[in-house]
């Protein structure tokens, strides 16, 4: 269920960025969303089988209570989608017992629509329910995070002060490393 903001939108139209939120609805992935999931977010860089291995395995992973993942749609078009992983891979968040918001997704042309900061802020509210003190996540560090860095920092996450790891181990100064999806920073935030 998304709360209407006293600030949002009336238009039914983007309005100055931002998606009138009666147009957006949140809502936990369902098995029935697999086929229409993997037809919409088939990236060129992925295969139809590797795409179609990915829901299944995030919908095993929902039942068995590893993550959560929330769908983003605007009336009933997938937009997007990102998920609460209770046990992250980052070791400083494992060992804190932060979880993790990741592997968020915003459709090309929702961004820039408020639809990244709501799921976000959904994903937030679940390790909220769940008690957890504290929430993390991970920004890869070229400019295709660059709206992912300041949506982060502008909803109060802050770096969590141990630097950028590659396939979640730190890096060694002075190593080389590509400038790809695993090279991370990551930030944490308390929650109320």
Known sequence: ??????????????????????????????????????????????????????WKKYYAEQNANIRTVCIAKVQDESVGYGSLLNISEYPNFKDEGIPEIHDVWVSEKHRGTGIGKRLVQYLEGLAQQKNHKQIGIGVGLYKDYGRAQRLHVHLGYAPDGHGVTYKYQPIVPGDPYPIDDDLVIWFKKDLP
Request: aromatic share 6%; with cysteine; glycine share 4%.
């Open 1 to 54: 269920m998304v709360s209407r903001k006293k600030d949002a939108p009336t238009d039914r139209k983007q309005c100055r960025g931002h998606m009138r939120e009666s147009a957006l609805s949140l809502h936990i992935l369902r098995e029935r969303d697999i086929s229409g999931l993997v037809e919409t977010f088939n990236f060129p860089w992925a295969s139809l089988e590797v795409t179609q291995e990915k």
